[in-house]
């Protein structure tokens, strides 16, 4: 055989096995790289708006994380204040209370008072009456009546 017949059946065959490549082989493996760009630049896309979401939402957490603390102090502010505010009204409750409980106190013991003098005046009485019929009842003398005396002087 011919050496140059060769090469250009050589050549002839290497152009049609690249044209057969560049028809049947070629588009569909550009498809598939094409479509699997897309794919990866979508991916990469996706990545992007996650990270972009992510910070949003953290960003958005530590607002409301920011927003329930302040709200808490408020509450607990506000408990404070509702805390003292009763104390203060339970002292005046207190004090209103001791108040009232001693002016009843007070007033028991002036009755008691008023009442034991009472006895006591109803007592001397009955103890002068009956001081001065015994003295009465016996005959003039001054150390009987001074026995009697000195005996009144004890019961009172």
Do not use: Y
């Not at 290497?14 to 760009?37: D, H, N, V």
């Not at 996650?50 to 530590?62: D, T, V």
């Not at 409980?101 to 007033?107: T, V």
């Amino acid at each position: 055989m011919n050496i140059n017949l060769t090469m250009i059946v050589q050549a002839i065959a290497f152009f049609a096995f690249i044209w057969f490549c560049k028809a049947f082989i070629w588009p569909p493996l550009m498809r598939a790289i094409e479509t699997r760009q897309k794919q990866i630049a979508d991916g990469l896309a996706a990545g992007e708006e996650g990270k972009k979401s992510l910070e949003n939402a953290s960003r958005q957490a530590e607002e409301q994380i920011a927003q329930a603390r302040a709200r808490a102090a408020e509450i607990v502010a506000q408990a404070e204040k509702r805390q003292s505010q009763m104390i203060e009204e339970a002292k005046t409750a207190a004090k209103a209370e001791g108040e009232r409980e001693l002016a009843a106190a007070k007033s028991e013991i002036a009755q008691e008072v008023s009442r034991a003098k009472e006895t006591l005046r109803a007592q001397v009485a009955q103890l002068a009456v009956a001081g001065a019929e015994q003295i009465l009842k016996r005959e003039v003398d001054a150390r009987a009546h001074a026995a009697l005396l000195a005996d009144v002087q004890r019961q009172l």
